[in-house]
């Protein structure tokens, strides 16, 4: 026996049948089984917590970042002393000969106030023109409401078509929810400057109809926008035939800056440029950073879990030490104990992984349900779009991210039997029998 114990190659099937073994609950060993499972539960956990919190940040990061740059230009020209851009379809035409950009927007900007029956609220007037409105990705979508019809259109298709001629305005959903507009209706719409008086610069006070209503799923914008037609943008704000701006977008978003020089050269000294990332650089490091944090708080979970598989391993060894001197005399070696041990901890943390894993991927997957399942069963809104600005919580697996993770629980649930399992094969058989 002594001899095939020796003879037998690492990791043999006596040493899984002794592993597998152990994890099972004896009634003398119930409290070190209490610990492996509440080991298992918290690598679970941690593993799945990750796994969503991580998916719901990148989520977060990919909407937001798909909403900006569908509707916000990726650069915009502005005149470095602000009075605006006269001849705006020249530049606009030198922007678009640059490879890589794909539109020049000039509008006209201005805040004002919305006022109605029911609320007054700030905004902000965007005078475009029909041509340019209907080229915003963000904008032209299936929740778009309109009047007004393109010409040679379907009546059920809905678009800008027309709203050139249209002497309306198009609100977001959210503003025409706390005015509770809907097509046709009037909102009294009140600009700070107005004509010159003897008295000094009086309001401009004018009823616009809602002729659009259009939803992007940023509260920022919907709640707070509202597009004009270009040429009456300009006479309400007195811009004299100028544009405030002009938006650009181009092929490769992500990689603005390095079309700059080239935009530079063609727009001349007397503008200025910002980007998106510079608009936003703010608010995406921000949360870059709240993701990391996040990432390290989250994996103190397993971390934890790791230390209850410590403590509960020296628990199981120094139970089993009786059993382990059997094993020594009977010509078990060392590294045998060691695997067993080994092995033991081992199921526990890879046990743990998968089940975090396969709970945590399901869980980030529908999301989307068990939001909607929580807000009706708690009569509660657990994701406000005035806070998130976005009107849905979103998840986004990154499979790499995931593997990070997984690969993180293995190393430091195999990490955590290391102590143990060398505890383990060091136990000298004669002092381990020698009161028995």
């Known amino acids: 026996m002594a001899k095939s114990l020796r003879d037998t190659p690492p990791f043999a099937r006596f040493e899984w049948m002794l ?60 005149a470095s002393d602000r009075s605006g851009i006269a001849d705006f379809d020249g530049l606009a035409n030198r922007l678009l000969k640059i490879d890589g ?3 020049a927007i000039p509008f006209v900007e201005g805040q004002a106030l919305a006022s109605s029956s029911y609320n007054n609220t700030g905004v902000l007037v965007r005078g475009v023109r029909e041509s340019d409105l209907q080229r915003i990705r963000g904008l032209n979508n299936d929740k778009l409401q309109t009047a007004i ?13 027309g709203f050139d001629k249209s002497n309306g305005i198009a609100v977001g959903k959210g503003l025409a929810d706390r005015h509770l507009l809907g097509l046709g209706s009037t909102l009294t719409i009140v600009a700070p400057q107005g004509p010159d008086t003897v008295l000094g610069s009086a309001p401009r006070i004018r009823d616009f109809t809602v002729v659009a209503i ?11 926008l509202i597009y004009m037609p270009f040429a009456d943008a300009q006479e309400y704000f007195s811009s004299e035939g100028g544009a405030s701006a002009i938006e650009i977008t181009v092929d490769q ?20 440029i910002t980007t998106w990332q510079q608009r936003n650089q703010t ?15 989250l994996a103190l979970i397993i971390l934890v879990a790791a230390f209850n598989v410590i403590s509960g391993l020296i628990m199981l060894v120094k139970d089993k030490s009786h059993d382990i001197a059997i094993l020594r005399t009977m010509g078990a070696t060392r590294g045998a104990i060691q695997r067993v041990f080994f092995m033991t901890g081992a199921a526990i943390g890879v046990a743990g992984t998968i089940a975090g894993l396969v709970g945590g991927v399901l869980f980030a997957a529908n999301i989307g349900h068990i939001q909607r399942w929580v807000e009706q069963a708690t009569g509660t809104n657990v994701f406000p779009r005035e806070l998130y ?23 430091l649930s195999f990490s955590a039997t290391l102590y143990p399992s060398w505890r383990a094969a060091r136990l000298d058989p004669v002092e381990a029998l020698r009161y028995e």
Do not use: C
């Open 389 to 411: 600005y976005l009107t849905g919580l979103p998840a986004d697996l990154d499979s790499s991210q995931t593997a990070w993770v997984v690969v993180m629980a293995l190393i």
């Open 283 to 297: 608010f995406f490091t921000a949360l870059a950073v709240e993701r990391n944090v996040m990432f390290l708080i």
């Open 253 to 272: 978003p992500v990689r603005i800056a390095d079309k700059l020089p080239q935009i530079s050269e063609a727009i001349g000294p007397e503008y200025a």
């Open 149 to 161: 019809r393109e010409p040679g259109s379907p009546d059920e298709k809905a678009s800008f078509g």
């Open 214 to 224: 259009f939803e992007i799923g940023m509260s920022i914008y919907d709640d707070g």
């Open 19 to 78: 592993a597998m073994r152990y994890l099972r609950s004896r009634r003398r060993e119930g409290f070190i089984s209490v610990i492996s499972v509440f080991s298992f539960l918290g690598i679970m956990l941690g593993v799945a917590t990750l796994i969503v919190v991580m998916a719901v940040m990148n989520g977060f990061r990919t909407e937001l970042l798909d909403k900006i740059l569908g509707f916000s230009g990726h650069a915009t020209i502005v």
């Open 101 to 103: 950009v794909t539109t």
